[in-house]
């Protein structure tokens, strides 16, 4: 089952494409066409993205916490999807202008012939990563968790349609199917084996449920594969759908060119009326010639039909079109994932008033949910209670509305009023109350209550916002605070209020 | 107006005469059909594409507290510092292949004097953003230290001056991203002047190529290591925040080592250190401790420890000695050792565990069945760890070594 295996896939396909980029820089040489050499360094391009999924899954494996990284490196698959997403972003570019270049400097394919056997050698590859990939890149479900848990399955069905390519474009729609046609043998193929995982998988969380799972039978990667590691291998995926699309446009310009193409022959006076050179005025110098030589004017040669010259580009323009649009929903997810964002599954103003209306909770600050990678999501939250004993009997229950939701790693941080100090305000104890508030990481929305004076309200505003040199910009900046924010403040207020 | 107003009302007016300097030289390009000129717009437009990513960074990284983000959109400086760089380092891949291309089959400049022109406007246009920047960002940066001193704030410690250089720091970190582009125009509008130059002081004419048609590539293939070398440094930092790695200044086993010497603490352990953006740094725990009082004690304390390493948002959570569970391993990961795989450090493989006074012993014993798993280990691994419990009976023989352990920690109290 090696090509179950994600690293075994890159591997292989690296190996596949760099080999095929030296054949095309070789056949490039021998034939010194220009245009051969450019794709192979598309070519060489796509080594690079699947290098650096190489790399972000070697590194994700180490999900143990280290001197370091508290966390493990698990999130090395979002950032190595992210820079794929970037590169893809400005290969795009390059390709655009390249376009833009081709646009207003046509040139003709010389030796289509060539141009053919080597496009459709690159359509070939391109398709087998595409087979490769595919099953991570649509729909490639069978593989997440299989645990028994309500909210798991909820996960699924919010990312189940994530993965796949969005609708929508004419072209994209007919790509689409064009690859899920030709890749329907790979993932019957892979399905038996997917059905086979998926029972194996079963009796392992039986295993977890009932004991100490001291032993995996599998690879741990292979049970653990989940939505980051989707992420990474969808940055691999449309790398190499790029490449397959440049394939398929460089194969139907070389054919057309082929068969419709009036070359120049080499001897003879010829007009090439698309290319806008200065031996244009040559050319229409020596037609005049010619028709002077009135006997002669059969043999002027015109090149031709123009339009070819310029289908190259206008299919280059379409392609990066279609590339953008899938690059971006990508691009969105790990930057919103890095940018720690409570994942799209959890509401937590819903969370926060659930956490709110337990018995023997008086407050609930400081409440931050964010996704580390995959379906690893974080959450810590201060809790004020009155004694101690009241917390003993609610922290199994804070626990559990946090699972609920999918939150696994909580830090919860119980703070007693009766005890130190003062009531209603109940924050972050002593040392960092004053001195540091600009570096706590948010000190603020929960804490500037009207209760507090102006100074300390400043104080706390100040927190808030960026380095402030001079009391008069602090006020300008309090009135620039979005009114998000303002909102956060008052309910905090109704806390306090209740809470006395 | 504070600064920051001020830098983003910069970049917007460096993003419009962008479009417009792209504009022009786009329609010149066509209508004199030069190649050169298009590929310097394309330049332009690629320098326009930074800085709206910086744009975008730093204004929404002023959110504070949004409903999908519960820590504002502070790190949005670094994502799009990061953005920037890895955009800047795939363009000096491509123009690393053209730079390729053209000495296999290089070429002269054609209308040296044309060329020579456009380059030197794109040189001061470049020299006068890059200006624009500095003034803005760093210069303004060194004022701020010295007025540090003289804020009428009372309360501010003097702490807070290599405080707020941090703050500016993360927003430094997204400048220096836009200012990674323009470093690179500048440099190769250089290079297009001096090729431009050499074409025009020595005419080619119909000749073949000689060595003036090799600079064009040479000095490109130069600027490239140039801004490489720039950019990752730029990488670098960037990764270390948005990785979650433990901050630069921070030193976890010394931590670790001093919180376990707090007195009431048992054991800590799912300690996680890291930075949100800006020197903003924020740790997690859980210590284990014998009653509540011994819990309030020790939190005071403890947040003083993470106070003098520079760290400012600590939450604890505090576990009750309970004699059923196992000592060393968190009592409450979440309501069922099924959500295993969903927590953030598996706790089937052994958590950063440690615990108060018997960090020797453990070390000793622990550490003989470690070097049998030495194959499975990296060097970076703080060796306390234990090894992978690989079945149920090396859990059993932890459990055994922490047994004696609650009626010693009881005759201490």
Same mark, same amino acid.
């Given at each position: 089952?090696?090509?179950?295996?994600?690293?075994?896939?890159?591997?292989?396909?690296?190996?596949?494409?760099?080999?095929?980029?030296?054949?095309?820089?070789?056949?490039?040489?021998?034939?010194?066409?220009?245009?051969?050499?450019?794709?192979?360094?598309?070519?060489?391009?796509?080594?690079?993205?699947?290098?650096?999924?190489?790399?972000?899954?070697?590194?994700?494996?180490?999900?143990?916490?280290?001197?370091?990284?508290?966390?493990?490196?698990?999130?090395?698959?979002?950032?190595?999807?992210?820079?794929?997403?970037?590169?893809?972003?400005?290969?795009?570019?390059?390709?655009?202008?390249?376009?833009?270049?081709?646009?207003?400097?046509?040139?003709?394919?010389?030796?289509?012939?060539?141009?053919?056997?080597?496009?459709?050698?690159?359509?070939?590859?391109?398709?087998?990563?595409?087979?490769?990939?595919?099953?991570?890149?649509?729909?490639?479900?069978?593989?997440?968790?299989?645990?028994?848990?309500?909210?798991?399955?909820?996960?699924?069905?919010?990312?189940?349609?994530?993965?796949?390519?969005?609708?929508?474009?004419?072209?994209?729609?007919?790509?689409?199917?064009?690859?899920?046609?030709?890749?329907?043998?790979?993932?019957?193929?892979?399905?038996?084996?997917?059905?086979?995982?998926?029972?194996?998988?079963?009796?392992?969380?039986?295993?977890?449920?009932?004991?100490?799972?001291?032993?995996?039978?599998?690879?741990?990667?292979?049970?653990?594969?989940?939505?980051?590691?989707?992420?990474?291998?969808?940055?691999?995926?449309?790398?190499?759908?790029?490449?397959?699309?440049?394939?398929?446009?460089?194969?139907?310009?070389?054919?057309?060119?082929?068969?419709?193409?009036?070359?120049?022959?080499?001897?003879?006076?010829?007009?090439?009326?698309?290319?806008?050179?200065?031996?244009?005025?040559?050319?229409?110098?020596?037609?005049?010639?010619?028709?002077?030589?009135?006997?002669?004017?059969?043999?002027?040669?015109?090149?031709?039909?123009?339009?070819?010259?310029?289908?190259?580009?206008?299919?280059?323009?379409?392609?990066?079109?279609?590339?953008?649009?899938?690059?971006?929903?990508?691009?969105?997810?790990?930057?919103?994932?890095?940018?720690?964002?409570?994942?799209?599954?959890?509401?937590?103003?819903?969370?926060?008033?659930?956490?709110?209306?337990?018995?023997?909770?008086?407050?609930?600050?400081?409440?931050?949910?964010?996704?580390?990678?995959?379906?690893?999501?974080?959450?810590?939250?201060?809790?004020?209670?009155?004694?101690?004993?009241?917390?003993?009997?609610?922290?199994?229950?804070?626990?559990?509305?946090?699972?609920?939701?999918?939150?696994?790693?909580?830090?919860?941080?119980?703070?007693?009023?009766?005890?130190?100090?003062?009531?209603?305000?109940?924050?972050?104890?002593?040392?960092?109350?004053?001195?540091?508030?600009?570096?706590?990481?948010?000190?603020?929305?929960?804490?500037?209550?009207?209760?507090?004076?102006?100074?300390?309200?400043?104080?706390?505003?100040?927190?808030?916002?960026?380095?402030?040199?001079?009391?008069?910009?602090?006020?300008?900046?309090?009135?620039?605070?979005?009114?998000?924010?303002?909102?956060?403040?008052?309910?905090?207020?109704?806390?306090?209020?209740?809470?006395? | 107006?504070?600064?920051?107003?001020?830098?983003?009302?910069?970049?917007?007016?460096?993003?419009?005469?962008?479009?417009?300097?792209?504009?022009?030289?786009?329609?010149?390009?066509?209508?004199?059909?030069?190649?050169?000129?298009?590929?310097?717009?394309?330049?332009?437009?690629?320098?326009?594409?930074?800085?709206?990513?910086?744009?975008?960074?730093?204004?929404?990284?002023?959110?504070?507290?949004?409903?999908?983000?519960?820590?504002?959109?502070?790190?949005?400086?670094?994502?799009?510092?990061?953005?920037?760089?890895?955009?800047?380092?795939?363009?000096?891949?491509?123009?690393?292949?053209?730079?390729?291309?053209?000495?296999?089959?290089?070429?002269?400049?054609?209308?040296?004097?044309?060329?020579?022109?456009?380059?030197?406007?794109?040189?001061?246009?470049?020299?006068?953003?890059?200006?624009?920047?500095?003034? %803005?960002?760093?210069?303004?940066?060194?004022?701020?230290?010295?007025?540090?001193?003289?804020?009428?704030?009372?309360?501010?410690?003097?702490?807070?001056?290599?405080?707020?250089?941090?703050?500016?720091?993360?927003?430094?970190?997204?400048?220096?991203?836009?200012?990674?582009?323009?470093?690179?125009?500048?440099?190769?509008?250089?290079?297009?002047?001096?090729?431009?130059?050499?074409?025009?002081?020595?005419?080619?004419?119909?000749?073949?190529?000689?060595?003036?048609?090799?600079?064009?590539?040479?000095?490109?293939?130069?600027?490239?290591?140039?801004?490489?070398?720039?950019?990752?440094?730029?990488?670098?930092?960037?990764?270390?925040?948005?990785?979650?790695?433990?901050?630069?200044?921070?030193?976890?086993?010394?931590?670790?080592?001093?919180?376990?010497?707090?007195?009431?603490?048992?054991?800590?352990?799912?300690?996680?250190?890291?930075?949100?953006?800006?020197?903003?740094?924020?740790?997690?725990?859980?210590?284990?401790?014998?009653?509540?009082?011994?819990?309030?004690?020790?939190?005071?304390?403890?947040?003083?420890?993470?106070?003098?390493?520079?760290?400012?948002?600590?939450?604890?959570?505090?576990?009750?000695?309970?004699?059923?569970?196992?000592?060393?391993? %968190?009592?409450?990961?979440?309501?069922?050792?099924?959500?295993?795989?969903?927590?953030?450090?598996?706790?089937?493989?052994?958590?950063?565990?440690?615990?108060?006074?018997?960090?020797?012993?453990?070390?000793?014993?622990?550490?003989?069945?470690?070097?049998?798993?030495?194959?499975?280990?990296?060097?970076?691994?703080?060796?306390?760890?234990?090894?992978?419990?690989?079945?149920?009976?090396?859990?059993?023989?932890?459990?055994?070594?922490?047994?004696?352990?609650?009626?010693?920690?009881?005759?201490?109290?």
């Amino acid at each position: 089952r090696w090509w179950q295996n994600r690293r075994a896939r890159l591997l292989c396909m690296l190996a596949l494409t760099f080999l095929f980029f030296v054949v095309e820089v070789v056949v490039s040489r021998v034939t010194s066409s220009l245009a051969m050499l450019s794709d192979s360094f598309h070519m060489l391009s796509d080594v690079m993205a699947l290098v650096v999924a190489l790399v972000a899954v070697r590194f994700a494996q180490r999900t143990r916490a280290t001197k370091k990284n508290t966390f493990g490196w698990v999130r090395a698959e979002v950032m190595g999807a992210l820079v794929n997403a970037v590169f893809l972003t400005a290969l795009c570019f390059t390709i655009l202008l390249e376009a833009i270049e081709r646009f207003t400097e046509p040139h003709e394919i010389q030796q289509p012939l060539v141009v053919i056997g080597v496009g459709v050698a690159g359509l070939i590859i391109n398709l087998l990563g595409l087979c490769l990939f595919n099953h991570h890149g649509v729909g490639g479900h069978g593989h997440s968790h299989g645990h028994g848990h309500s909210h798991s399955g909820r996960q699924h069905s919010r990312s189940g349609p994530k993965p796949e390519q969005p609708p929508g474009d004419g072209e994209a729609a007919l790509h689409r199917e064009e690859t899920s046609t030709l890749v329907e043998n790979c993932s019957s193929s892979n399905g038996v084996s997917q059905e086979k995982l998926g029972d194996v998988k079963d009796d392992m969380t039986d295993l977890q449920v009932n004991g100490n799972a001291g032993h995996y039978p599998l690879d741990v990667e292979e049970v653990e594969e989940d939505s980051s590691a989707q992420l990474n291998m969808r940055g691999v995926f449309l790398h190499v759908f790029g490449d397959a699309l440049g394939s398929v446009i460089v194969v139907v310009n070389a054919l057309l060119f082929y068969g419709l193409w009036n070359p120049c022959p080499k001897d003879g006076p010829c007009f090439n009326p698309c290319v806008n050179s200065h031996c244009m005025e040559n050319a229409t110098l020596s037609q005049i010639f010619h028709r002077a030589n009135k006997s002669e004017q059969e043999s002027v040669m015109v090149a031709g039909p123009c339009w070819l010259l310029y289908l190259d580009p206008v299919l280059c323009l379409i392609m990066v079109c279609i590339l953008l649009y899938t690059t971006y929903p990508l691009l969105r997810e790990s930057a919103l994932i890095l940018l720690q964002t409570v994942p799209k599954q959890i509401d937590v103003h819903s969370l926060n008033s659930k956490l709110r209306t337990l018995e023997g909770v008086e407050a609930v600050h400081e409440l931050h949910i964010w996704q580390l990678a995959g379906s690893r999501i974080i959450g810590t939250a201060h809790i004020k209670c009155p004694d101690p004993s009241t917390y003993m009997m609610v922290a199994k229950r804070i626990k559990e509305i946090f699972h609920d939701e999918g939150i696994h790693a909580t830090t919860i941080q119980p703070e007693f009023a009766s005890v130190g100090s003062e009531s209603g305000r109940g924050k972050c104890e002593f040392p960092c109350r004053t001195q540091c508030a600009l570096k706590q990481c948010c000190g603020t929305g929960e804490d500037s209550t009207a209760k507090k004076t102006e100074k300390s309200s400043s104080l706390s505003i100040s927190c808030s916002e960026v380095v402030i040199e001079f009391p008069k910009t602090r006020r300008t900046k309090s009135e620039s605070i979005p009114s998000v924010k303002l909102e956060a403040n008052t309910d905090q207020n109704e806390q306090f209020e209740s809470s006395l | 107006m504070g600064r920051y107003s001020g830098r983003s009302s910069r970049l917007i007016f460096m993003c419009v005469v962008s479009l417009v300097l792209f504009a022009v030289e786009i329609s010149v390009a066509y209508v004199g059909n030069s190649l050169s000129l298009a590929s310097d717009a394309f330049a332009v437009l690629s320098h326009l594409i930074s800085m709206i990513i910086g744009l975008f960074g730093v204004r929404i990284s002023r959110i504070r507290w949004h409903k999908t983000n519960t820590f504002g959109f502070i790190r949005a400086d670094v994502l799009g510092a990061f953005g920037n760089s890895v955009f800047a380092t795939a363009l000096m891949f491509s123009i690393f292949v053209e730079a390729i291309k053209r000495f296999i089959n290089p070429q002269k400049t054609e209308k040296a004097l044309l060329v020579l022109i456009v380059g030197i406007a794109g040189l001061c246009f470049n020299l006068f953003n890059y200006v624009i920047f500095m003034d %803005c960002c760093y210069c303004r940066s060194h004022q701020g230290d010295t007025e540090t001193g003289d804020s009428p704030n009372d309360q501010k410690s003097p702490e807070e001056g290599p405080q707020k250089k941090k703050e500016k720091k993360s927003e430094a970190l997204n400048i220096r991203g836009v200012l990674l582009h323009v470093m690179g125009d500048a440099l190769g509008s250089v290079v297009v002047v001096v090729t431009a130059t050499i074409f025009h002081v020595l005419p080619l004419g119909n000749a073949p190529c000689n060595w003036q048609c090799y600079i064009d590539p040479s000095l490109t293939i130069i600027m490239v290591v140039i801004i490489l070398s720039s950019a990752f440094p730029l990488i670098k930092e960037t990764s270390i925040i948005l990785l979650q790695m433990v901050p630069k200044g921070v030193n976890m086993q010394l931590l670790t080592d001093r919180l376990a010497r707090v007195p009431g603490v048992s054991s800590l352990h799912e300690v996680h250190v890291w930075e949100l953006a800006g020197g903003k740094n924020i740790a997690t725990l859980h210590i284990k401790c014998q009653t509540a009082t011994d819990y309030q004690d020790a939190a005071y304390k403890i947040r003083k420890v993470f106070h003098e390493a520079g760290i400012h948002s600590v939450t604890i959570q505090p576990e009750y000695i309970d004699h059923k569970t196992s000592q060393l391993l %968190c009592s409450s990961p979440c309501i069922s050792k099924a959500c295993d795989s969903q927590l953030c450090c598996s706790q089937q493989k052994p958590p950063l565990t440690k615990t108060n006074g018997y960090t020797e012993k453990n070390d000793s014993f622990l550490s003989t069945p470690h070097k049998d798993n030495g194959s499975s280990k990296n060097d970076v691994e703080i060796p306390i760890e234990y090894p992978l419990a690989e079945n149920s009976t090396k859990n059993v023989k932890n459990c055994g070594v922490s047994d004696d352990k609650p009626q010693l920690s009881s005759t201490r109290l």
